[in-house]
């Protein structure tokens, strides 16, 4: 058997590659590094030139302050930057970039010419690269801003280009990566050319809404209008949380629509995302995901982006609050968003109720349950709808209720939507009672997983779930939430998964503050089949005073443009497309 060869030190060149290999995946990542340095110049005109799917060449052109001469080849070397100059620097990162690796990376594999012109020269000023090697320096005429043009990238590690997909593919992620930084930056204008045609301009915006609008419409051919987008916004000491989100029928089945940052900066994070979607499960339907833009800004010490070597990964000093955060936030606009405004006329809510549930209600619920609260201080969304309530006309089929507004028409599916109208009735009397079980239940888990649940078991009380660690591998099950108990008091669920799914919830490092949902979940999910079958059916006759009610109910529920299930409730059809239908309208 022959030695093992010696430790040596590995030469610059090499060491490059193997930083490229972090940093440089794709033509993709090329383009957020080198538009994040523009970024950081303070461009306000960034133009992004591809060809042959960013392989063949690939320039980012932006009017920011510029490089100094003296600074010029030094900026192609590693670890060099203006950004930071210690260690605690990194802990308060304000900047895109902040390592010096970038060009540097770039340049390793790929020849690279740079020219800039610093804002205080009068003269500009270029060299060339090729795999680390310097061509030689010189002066040019330009204005104020900065060049790099990126050829025949991986031209010297040939394993690494056989990874690439196609040229349409790299394309396409070239693009997704200016959208990212198009929504963070709405102060710069972006230009996106392939194969010298103008594929994407997006105009610096005053607004940051006017930015997410131009993403989604012009960049991703969502025909969404500005006064459509439902806004949200909270401000906590420790954090702030603000963004938009798509009205419902844009529902996706796919998380791409989902933006999120943090300090301006584009992330990838699980809890971001779990806080989302678990804030967005009253509305949606099957696997479906919202679309949205999300903005977390916290002090820079409270995050750290240098987890990773893109870095597309964060990791938060306050990770469950700021999930609370988010969820409350989220829920709280969405519950806001309703299709029915306000209605003004003569009902009572004491008639509606009487109407809508003396004849029709669900069997025997536990009640004097207090209502779920959010923070004050968010604000509510504004309704897609603000002219006065709906006029009823007449129902069709026994199934949809037919009513006329000030901007058309709209159809309402009555089992849908009094199906949400008792559902939430329900939840918030029944919500939190807890139903103390005759006899005790004991579940058997191994004991490492009672260790990492026990100090979490008070936060599942006020959902009426008491836990008690009986044993070193024993949970006992002293009270379940009313709603799970049939009219026996036996458990309608099986409670050894109900416990071992909060386990294993812990045991995959996710948010602690989540805990509760998983097992308001379960709760939810049986109440909302009890409303399904408590509420009016598909085919059954409603009396004009009993659409009447069921409309006036609407207007007042959160939720109301969706089911429990997330089946839309309402469906709108305008007066413009109605006159196009009629060929009045071209």
């Known amino acids: 058997m022959s030695a093992p060869p010696n430790i040596r030190v590995l030469p610059d060149g090499l060491v490059n590659k193997i930083a490229a290999g972090e940093v440089v995946e794709r033509p993709a990542s090329v383009v957020k590094e ?42 192609l070397d590693r670890h060099a930057t203006s950004k930071i100059r210690s260690s605690d620097d990194l802990f308060a990162i304000r900047t895109w970039g902040f390592r010096g690796e970038a060009l540097a990376s770039i340049a390793s594999v790929s020849r690279v010419r740079l020219s800039s012109r610093h804002r205080d020269e009068p003269m500009g000023r270029e060299i060339s690269v090729e795999g680390t090697t310097a061509r030689g320096e010189r002066e040019t005429a330009r204005p104020v801003g900065t060049t790099v043009a990126v050829q025949d990238l991986f ?10 997909k196609s040229q349409a593919a790299e394309t396409a992620w070239c693009g997704q990566v200016v959208q990212r930084l198009a929504l963070a930056a709405p102060q710069a204008t972006f230009e996106l050319l392939v ?12 607004n940051p809404a006017d930015r997410v609008v131009q993403v989604f419409r012009d960049a991703l051919r969502i025909p969404v209008e500005r006064e459509e987008l439902i806004q949200f916004r909270n401000v906590k000491p420790d954090a702030a949380v603000e963004g938009w989100l798509l009205p419902a029928r844009f529902h996706i089945p796919s998380s791409r629509g989902i933006f999120t940052y943090v300090n301006q900066r584009h992330v990838k994070d699980r809890m971001l995302q779990q806080a989302i ?45 700021l999930f609370g955060l988010i969820r409350a936030t989220l829920e709280r606009a969405l519950a806001g968003d309703r299709p029915l405004p306000e209605r003004s006329d003569d009902l009572t809510r004491e008639q509606v109720t009487e109407l809508l549930f003396t004849t029709r209600g669900p069997t025997h619920f536990h009640q004097k349950a207090a209502p779920i609260e959010h923070s004050p201080s968010v604000q509510p969304a504004p309704s897609v709808e603000r002219a006065a309530g709906p006029q009823f006309l007449g129902t069709l089929r026994n199934t949809y209720l037919v009513c006329q507004t000030d901007e058309g028409l709209l159809l309402v599916d009555q089992h849908a ?92 490092e996710k948010p602690e503050e989540a805990l509760p949902d998983l097992v308001k979940d379960v709760i939810l999910e049986t109440l909302a089949s009890q409303s399904c079958h ?35 409730t309402t469906v709108r059809l305008s007066w413009p497309e109605i006159e196009r239908l009629f060929k009045r309208l071209v």
């Open 277 to 321: 979607t678990t804030a967005a499960k009253e509305v949606l339907f099957g696997n479906l995901y919202p679309q949205l833009v999300l903005h977390v800004r916290t002090a820079a010490e409270n995050v750290d982006v240098n987890v990773h070597p893109t870095k597309s990964e964060v990791r938060f000093r306050n990770q469950g609050q």
């Open 417 to 508: 939507a009094h199906e949400r109208v008792t559902y939430e009735r329900l939840k918030r009397s029944s919500l939190g009672e807890g139903h103390r079980l005759l006899i005790p239940i004991v579940v058997e888990l191994p004991c490492a997983s009672i260790d990492l649940l026990e100090p979490h078991l008070p936060r599942l009380e006020p959902l009426g779930l008491e836990l008690d660690r009986t044993g070193p591998d024993l949970i006992t099950v002293r009270t379940l939430p009313a709603l799970l108990t049939n009219a026996r008091g036996a458990p309608r669920v099986p409670l050894h998964s109900l416990v071992k799914s909060l386990s294993a919830h812990l045991e995959e």
């Open 155 to 164: 031209f010297n590690t040939p394993a690494r280009k056989k990874f690439l």
């Open 195 to 206: 194969d010298g045609e103008r594929t994407l301009h997006l105009p610096a915006c005053e």
């Open 34 to 75: 080198l538009v994040e340095n523009s970024l950081d110049a303070g461009a306000t005109h960034i133009r992004i030139s591809i060809r042959e799917g960013g392989v063949g060449l690939l320039e980012v052109a932006d009017d920011g302050h510029g490089i100094h001469p003296d600074d010029l080849a030094l900026s």
């Open 534 to 568: 408590g509420s009016v059916r598909a085919g059954q006759s409603l009396s004009a005073p009993e659409a009447e009610a069921l409309l006036a109910q609407m207007s007042e529920t959160d939720y109301s443009g969706h089911c429990p299930h997330g089946r839309p």
